[in-house]
């Protein structure tokens, strides 16, 4: 029989890892009890019939000493006077501490015991960044930070690196990172390559092999930054969705679109950063090269290489328009069909094929290993069910599945077993150095 998690199992867990961290100051088992216990039972509340969302930061704002180095780098507001840590707060304060502009700071006494003290503002680049719409991460605040993301969901992060998270009953301590290493890696890898043909045609120049690398190396990049970023706003419409990225699609019996769409601007988004991007490096080459010869720059490439910059900008705006554009697809019932190029061939699509596979394989790793835990699909929703159903015909098929919860999970067929991998790393995390080895997000 599984066991049932709790927040205390949550504040053991996280307790352990702070203990071996770098962290200078480190927090009771019995604080992470209050924190985590607390904020569980916050989560169960509602307000205005919605769920509570809101970032507790756990900051000692009486000995911390920070000095703003940017505008935009988040700062300590206190309240007049400290607020008792309790659910009753909590729900009333988390309308005022929407997680995308605020946190809460929260911090204990010589007694344990927890207040809110006041909030920190300029959430907004640390919530950009974790979701790909920043580039540079921004300054960190406080110890580790808490977020209330569902009912019974609650996400510890020490920085950039996410600790662990209890899902409701399940404690959640590992992140495939099945982007980057095994099967689902490797699929769109091979699938999303353009040939070196296809790369002079849309650069318009002659290219040598290790240009096709270095180009292919590029787009995969962004194939898989564009997927994560269409399940993160999946996730944050909370009402779950599907997508399904297939090779060399065909309308079949198996699949039943109700809209049908061709949809490229994804696809163009990332070949012209592509080539944005690699005109501006030339630039930058010609600018050094004049400036080691002492030359001086002619004003017409200082203009060309100014509008560069705007073109890049541009570029990258236009992938942002375009992923949130196809993530509002998913509105509708049905998944929506994708190539492997990220091309839209429709959505409201349906699964009509009946072939369930008899159990499917739960990994824990992004490269599925030996202990692999069987489960009967009848445990997942119909949307699992039916992605199981099309990827155990159809191989050369990824699935991605969001449940109304927010959990997001992989589907693969792999040497005939329907591999399932729950809890994968979407977010833009980093590795924090303050913790001795890598938690919670192994390949």
Same mark, same amino acid.
């Given at each position: 029989?599984s ?19 770098k962290t200078s100051?480190?927090?009771? @088992? ?21 769920f ?13 000493? @920070? ?7 988040? @700062?300590f507001?206190?309240?007049?006077t400290?607020m ?21 700071s ?32 921004p300054? &960190?605040?406080?110890?580790i930070?808490?977020m ?16 662990? *998270?209890l ?13 980057e290493?095994g ?38 990049? &962004?194939?898989?930054q ?15 969705? #599907?997508?399904?990225?297939t ?11 109700k ?9 163009? *988004? ?5 080539s944005t ?5 030339a ?11 002492g ?9 060309e290489y ?23 697809l ?13 091309v839209?061939?429709?959505?409201g #699509?349906?699964?009509?094929? =009946? ?5 499917? &394989?739960?990994?824990n ?5 030996? @202990?692999?835990? =069987?489960? *009967? ?15 155990? =015909? ?8 969001v ?6 999970? #992989?589907? =693969? ?15 833009q995390?980093?590795k ?7 938690v919670?997000?192994?390949p």
């Amino acid at each position: 029989m599984s066991k049932n998690y709790t927040p205390n199992d949550l504040a053991n867990f996280v307790f352990r890892e702070l203990a071996r961290s770098k962290t200078s100051k480190k927090p009771s @088992k019995s604080i992470l009890e209050q924190l985590f216990n607390t904020l569980y039972y916050t989560s169960l509340q509602t307000e205005e019939g919605q769920f509570i969302k809101v970032t507790i930061t756990l900051y000692d704002h009486l000995s911390a000493h @920070k000095t703003v180095t940017h505008n935009d780098d988040w @700062k300590f507001f206190p309240f007049g006077t400290p607020m008792e840590f309790s659910v009753k707060n909590l729900v009333k304060l988390s309308k005022a501490a929407d997680p995308w502009s605020s946190s809460l700071s929260v911090y204990y006494n010589e007694n344990e015991q927890l207040f809110i003290h006041g909030m920190i503002d300029q959430a907004v680049h640390y919530q950009n960044f974790l979701n790909y719409e920043r580039d540079n991460e921004p300054l &960190y605040p406080g110890m580790i930070q808490t977020m209330i993301n569902g009912i019974g969901i609650l996400n510890v992060m020490l920085e950039y690196q996410p600790l662990a *998270a209890l899902n409701q009953n399940y404690l959640v301590r590992h992140y495939p990172n099945v982007f980057e290493y095994g099967p689902v890696s490797d699929f769109i890898v091979s699938s999303s390559a353009y040939s070196k043909k296809e790369l002079e045609k849309a650069m318009k120049e002659k290219l040598d092999e290790t240009d096709v690398e270095v180009f292919n190396d590029f787009i995969f990049e &962004y194939v898989i930054q564009s997927i994560s970023r269409i399940l993160l706003k999946i996730k944050n419409y909370h009402h779950g969705g #599907a997508i399904l990225i297939t090779k060399d699609f065909k309308p079949s019996t198996d699949l039943n679109i109700k809209y049908k769409l061709e949809y490229n601007r994804i696809q163009t *988004a990332v070949m012209n950063i592509l080539s944005t991007v690699m005109d501006s490096e030339a630039l930058e080459k010609v600018i050094k090269s004049l400036k080691r010869r002492g030359e001086d720059m002619p004003i017409e490439l200082h203009e060309e290489y100014d509008l560069s910059e705007i073109d890049i900008e541009d570029s990258f705006n236009e992938l942002s328009g375009a992923v949130r554009f196809v993530s509002s697809l998913t509105c509708v019932d049905g998944l929506v069909l994708l190539s492997p190029q990220m091309v839209v061939h429709g959505f409201g #699509a349906v699964i009509s094929e =009946k072939g369930h596979p008899d159990v499917v &394989y739960i990994s824990n790793a992004s490269k599925p290993a030996n @202990k692999l835990v =069987k489960m *009967a699909p009848s445990h997942f929703g119909t949307r699992h069910q039916s992605m199981f159903s099309y990827c155990l =015909k159809h191989p050369e098929s990824l699935g991605f599945v969001v449940s109304q919860d927010g959990e997001i999970r #992989a589907i =693969k067929n792999v040497n005939g077993k329907i591999i399932v991998w729950e809890n994968i790393k979407v977010y833009q995390f980093l590795k924090s150095n303050k913790l001795a080895k890598v938690v919670g997000w192994k390949p």
